[in-house]
């Protein structure tokens, strides 16, 4: 628990207390720790390889169509959008050696909550590991960390993913995936897959940093694993962002990334996309 307290304390955007909601208002003689530095570095790499796709600045958007602390959703003109572009870009921000953060324009508010949560199971899991303890699975919030075996049943640790358009009261799974060692994120509109009122169309709405439109995406999820759960954490909602298409693309080069994208085909139906690194790691009992 204490762990936990500390870590939000460094990043959670819904406590004014921390230290990156000090930062976003203002305050830039805020000494950071480890926990922010590991985020905002692991960040920085995924902004880079995603060529911005990935972007925790993009908090300026988020809270004004309503989707940060607040709540307070506004509907956003064109040019409301673009003005608030202007805040917008990791590149605008800098971590110095004094361990201070520094930033182009203050009005820039840094959001890590699309990786942070991902970022906690590791934290936890190298805190288990440093107790000595090579076996445990460790989930906060639908991330989590596989570490080792399931020494009681002596199998892998078996985790399913959900159907992205199933009701809440479902509990459909779409696959079971076999885990050793690796960490696993799903990002998604889980419940929340919007339908077109003239063309019936299945999609979901997800905030372009680049454009800083709430953009429609036919795909309906992304898994991810990869050695750390907030790595996975990261390009799962990266792959939100993509096209089919440009994650294709992006995954050839990127065979460290196990990767299952669920999406709507053009005929409304949904379909899935493996690597075939994660179809070797499907459980099929």
Do not use: C
Not at 93 to 121: C, E, M, P, R, W
Not at 140 to 167: C, H, M, R, S, Y
Not at 216 to 235: E, F, M, P, R
Not at 241 to 263: C, I, N, R, T, W
């Amino acid at each position: 628990d204490s762990l936990l307290t500390a870590f939000d304390l460094s990043l959670s955007t819904y406590r004014p207390d921390s230290k990156i909601s000090k930062i976003n208002a203002g305050d830039l003689t805020v000494v950071v720790d480890e926990f922010f530095t590991e985020t905002f570095q692991l960040s920085n790499q995924i902004y880079k390889e995603t060529n911005g796709l990935f972007d925790p600045t993009i908090g300026v958007l988020v809270n004004a169509y309503g989707f940060g602390p607040n709540k307070k959703q506004e509907n956003l003109s064109q040019k409301q959008i673009d003005s608030l572009l202007q805040f917008v870009g990791f590149n605008k921000i800098a971590l110095n050696s004094d361990k201070t953060i520094s930033k182009k324009h203050n009005q820039t508010f840094i959001d890590f909550n699309a990786i942070a949560q991902g970022y906690s199971v590791d934290v936890v899991v190298y805190y288990l590991k440093s107790k000595g303890i090579e076996n445990a699975i460790v989930e906060i919030g639908g991330e989590l960390f596989a570490l080792g075996k399931n020494t009681i049943d002596n199998k892998n640790w078996v985790v399913g993913i959900d159907d992205p358009l199933q009701k809440p009261e479902e509990r459909t799974l779409i696959a079971k995936v076999n885990l050793e060692n690796l960490g696993m994120a799903t990002s998604g509109n889980y419940r929340k897959v919007m339908i077109d009122e003239v063309t019936g169309n299945k999609f979901v709405h997800i905030i372009n940093p680049k454009t800083g439109l709430a953009q429609k995406n036919n795909v309906l999820s992304a898994t991810v694993l990869s050695k750390s759960s907030a790595i996975s954490d990261g390009y799962a909602t990266a792959f939100m962002l993509m096209s089919l298409e440009e994650s294709k693309v992006f995954l050839q080069k990127h065979p460290e990334l196990h990767v299952m994208l669920l999406y709507a085909d053009a005929n409304n139906k949904m379909q899935q996309f493996t690597t075939d690194n994660f179809k070797k790691l499907i459980n099929d009992k």
